[in-house]
């Protein structure tokens, strides 16, 4: 035994061209011995319909196409629609990160920024060919404050509760937390000038628009800045996790007395890091799909979430009516918890597992990019179509995006969370929840 480890020892690392053949001789053998798996798409059917946490509600598709083309109530219709949105939303995020499985990190990323709000971007136009302009508006900035405070919120709240004091980096939060606020003054100055009728030598329309394009490619630096330039700033690196709390320092899954990193024993970091090299094993990622068969998926379920979006934008007036429910509670309250339930829930699963900074991502990270890419790309496109999208959302929603970016600048300022710190952020969305539910907006209705 121990001249054929030697032996198979020497073979492996004699290859210096090669350093992912650095392994051990058992894993090596076990490398070799594998076999590309073909993927025929009649074999991928069952991994879509059956691996998903959310795919019970699949079954909901079908009732709620064909009672849309039946022309069921509208609150059947609706409330079908609205469940089988979730699945769907959850199924994309899954088919993107198949697809990405076959590039490199760079176009990995771009396919994970082009399609993680795809849903919202969908949903948005086929409510913006409807003319329905102020629920465009109130489901993006639903979205945005169901992640800024919703999911980051939940993400402290169950994270604090299994460890004491957890720590995460500050410098690519605090960077989408500047877009963020960026974007705000996009969408403020336009109310402000609309509410004290001033006259504005571009109008409101002229001004939405040319904000919009300063945004967008404001949106690419971004890009190039997170792929290219700085993108060490965003990688998970275990190394990071366990010595770096200044900058990008996260710690591991079992600190549970709230001790920086860099003020803990070697033998802590050694438990902690064989602990953390165990979770990336089990969480790494497996080629379930193929490329071709993700690239097919992926047109299917955008064709479904299509669908579905006309469905609800069709149904949302009548059924909002029937069920007692304000239209503007629906729009900003209940489509963006919907159609984010299953990213919310893996924002949790990675807090509690004591991988923050990957919670960050998906609620900062999704924030930002619906505020500079999906909603200025929505005022452009209806431009292009003839659609008067403005950034003027009014006083009460552009006064509540203001403070919830305000509020969230001073929760991830000091790299540090707690469940107190996350239950107040909740709090902070039930407290915006009720203040849509009694807000009666003439513009929607």
């Not at 070799?32 to 991928?44: G, K, R």
């Not at 937390?177 to 329309?205: D, H, K, Q, V």
């Not at 729009?331 to 924002?347: F, Q």
Request: aromatic share 10%; glycine share 8%; with cysteine.
């Amino acid at each position: 035994l121990i001249q054929w480890m030697d032996s198979s020892s020497i073979k492996i690392n004699s290859d210096k061209t090669k350093p992912w053949l650095k392994m051990s001789a058992p894993m090596a053998e076990k490398e070799n011995a594998e076999e590309p798996v073909v993927h025929t798409f009649v074999s991928t059917i069952k991994t879509m319909a059956v691996t998903g946490p959310l795919n019970i509600l699949l079954l909901c598709t079908p009732i709620a196409i064909i009672s849309y083309y039946a022309d069921w109530p509208s609150t059947v219709t609706f409330i079908f629609s609205l469940l089988a949105l979730a699945p769907l939303a959850e199924r994309l995020g899954f088919v993107t990160e198949q697809l990405a499985l076959h590039t490199n990190e760079t176009v990995g990323g771009l396919l994970n920024a082009s399609f993680g709000n795809a849903t919202e971007l969908i949903v948005a136009i086929t409510a913006l060919k409807r003319g329905l302009y102020k629920l465009v508006q109130l489901s993006l900035l639903g979205s945005i404050l169901s992640n800024m405070l919703l999911v980051l919120g939940c993400a402290f709240f169950f994270g604090g509760i299994k460890h004491k004091n957890q720590y995460f980096g500050t410098i690519s939060s605090q960077m989408n937390a500047s877009l963020l606020m960026l974007a705000t003054m996009g969408i403020l100055f336009p109310t402000i000038l609309s509410n004290t009728f001033e006259e504005s030598r571009l109008g409101e329309m002229g001004f939405s628009r040319a904000t919009s394009v300063i945004l967008f490619l404001l949106y690419f630096a971004f890009l190039y800045f997170q792929l290219f330039s700085h993108k060490e700033l965003y990688e998970e690196k275990t190394d990071q996790r366990l010595g770096e709390h200044s900058t990008n320092g996260l710690i591991g899954p079992n600190v549970e007395e709230g001790v920086p990193p860099m003020m803990r024993s070697t033998s802590d970091e050694k438990k902690e890091g064989s602990e953390v090299a165990e979770e990336e094993d089990d969480d790494e990622d497996e080629d379930l799909l193929g490329f071709n068969n993700s690239i097919i998926w992926l047109a299917i379920i955008t064709v479904f979430i299509s669908i579905l979006s006309d469905a609800i934008s069709g149904s949302i007036e009548d059924a909002a009516g029937s069920m007692g429910i304000s239209k503007v509670f629906i729009a900003a309250i209940l489509l963006p918890i919907v159609g984010n339930a299953a990213e919310h829930a893996g924002a949790v699963i990675f807090a509690m597992k004591g991988k923050l900074d990957l919670s960050l991502g998906v609620a900062i990270g999704s924030s930002t990019q619906i505020a500079l890419c999906v909603l200025p790309l929505l005022v452009l496109i209806g431009w292009c179509g003839g659609y008067d999208l403005s950034l003027n959302f009014g006083s009460f929603e552009a006064g509540t995006l203001f403070l919830s970016v305000i509020s969230v600048v001073f929760a991830i300022k000091d790299g540090k969370s707690n469940w107190l710190l996350g239950l107040t952020l909740m709090a902070m969305y039930l407290v915006i929840a009720v203040g849509f539910w009694a807000h009666n907006n003439q513009e929607l209705n």
